[in-house]
Structure formats: structure tokens, C-alpha cells
């Protein structure tokens, strides 16, 4: 999978694009965290969510002002805007009034347009950066067990708590199986996904955790107590407009339903621009019990009249 950012790297001169379109090894499991049902922002609660979308860039001069007046009922941004300035407190609270404004982090990729990254930083030093992805420069594979960098992670996310955030929306879960070679590769995600959750929730209870992909880990022991729900890349449709295959959809709905029956909801994105299979990839998800958005792979604008 490709990581959401990615839309970052090959857009980052679009800050006047449209925003809108017309019609650690041995440390326990954080508890679950019970998700309030309303609240100061009238927000439903995360179960209740049947409408969610993801904008990462492409804000312009409207900035929050679209996801704003948006009917979904959680939205998933970048903590920064166009120009790499966090949002203030303020824009994020307003945007926040009704729904569930999560921010969108990669704790398991770094990435070299961020205000954490260092001059001088290249493959092996510091010495849990690990390689560049050749399809995503810029993005680089980390150690993600490194204690150095989740210093580096927490830092952000410590930053997206202080705006006012309501969750994160975690991209790289999926990174151990970049790391085939290390046999504790996966269970130290599930440690550090459980060790980002405890530290968020220690300061805001109520802050919700929705990992991206790697569905297939709430199989492991102590991640659904982590977790508030799953979101996932290309379940119908690949980037873009080419369907899944049958093996793939089937292996990721026999996941989803685990995340069900734990009582978690599960967001989908398919990166479509046919409206037909827009229709229909939005309508095989509901039926599956499903939260679908679908949407341009650019992730440069809210895509309002969805199917």
C-alpha cells in the first residue's frame, strides 16, 4: 500500500487547488477507552459514524472552512496547512463543532518535508532510518521499535493533542511486513501502536487511535484494547479504477469482521473517478457493514456528493 501522504509529495505546490467538489517490548495493553456518545462539539459517537472523508492537501484560502460546513461526521486532515504551519487551536476547534476532526500522522514512515526532519539526515544515520520507498521519495522506512524515533512520533503526536485533535489516523501500521527479516517485526507494532494509544489517552481519555491498514492485527493479542477502529486502502477498487481481486476482498472482509464483532467500526477508501464504480464499490461496502469514502487517489479535496 501506498501511504496517504504520498498525495503530499506530488501536490505540494497546490495550496490553491478547489477544496471542494458541488453536487516497546513488554509493555501492557492500553485499557479500551469508552467513546463518549456526545459532547462540547456534539459529536456522535465513533461507532455512530456513517459518513467519514480525508483531505490531506489542496486547502487554499478556504483552509477548514469546507470540512467545516461538510456533512461528514469525521474527517480525516493533515495537522498542517498548505504552507507547513500547524493549524491553530482555533480553526481546528471550529472545524471540529459536530464531528470527529482526527489528524493524520505516519508513525511508521518518516518523511523529509516534515519540521522534525534534520539537515544532514540521510539512509543509516540517524541510525533507525532505514531506506528510501523508490516509489515515494522522500519517504523513508524507519525502525519503528527505535526508541529515537518514537520520541520523534510522540513529539507529533503530543503536538496534534495540543491543537484540539479528537484522534489520529495512523498511516505505516503496515510496515512490519517491510520487515520480513526481523521475526518480532510484528509484535513490535503492536507495541508501539499500544504504547502511542497509552500516551495519548493519558492525556485526553477520550482521543481515538484508528490504525491504517494491517486489519489483519486485530488477530494479535491486546491490539482491539489499543484501537478504536480501522481505516483501510483499496478493499473494491485500486488506484485507480481497477477492482480488487476476489482473494483480496475476501481476506480483508474476514478481518473486518473481527473488527465488528469487537464493536469497531471499519472506514474504507477506494480511489475511484468512474461513477459507476464509485457507486458501486461505496455500495458493497455498506452492504458489508462498512464505512466507505471514495475519492480521487490525490486526496486534494473533499469529495461531497459521494455515493
Known sequence: MKPFVC????LSACGDTPTSQAPASGRAPAPPVTVPTSSTAGRPALGAVQHWAVQLTGYGQTRLNTVRTSPFELAVVDPFDDDGVPWPAAEVRSAAQGRWLVAYLSMGAAESYRPYWQDGWKVGSPAW???EDPDWPGNF???????????IALAQLDRVIAQGFGGVYMDLIDAYER????????AEMVQWVCRIAAHARAKNPNFVIIPQNAAELIRDPGYAACVDASGNEETYVYATNQPTEAERQSDLLASYRLWQQAGKPVFTIEYADQPELMKSAAARARAAGLVPYVAERSLNRLILNQP
Open 7 to 10: 498525495a503530499l509529495l506530488m
Open 129 to 131: 532510518l532505514l531506506r
Open 141 to 151: 522506512d524507519v525502525a519503528y521499535w527505535d526508541p529515537e524515533w518514537q520520541k
Open 179 to 186: 520487515n520480513d527479516t526481523r521475526p518480532t517485526a510484528r
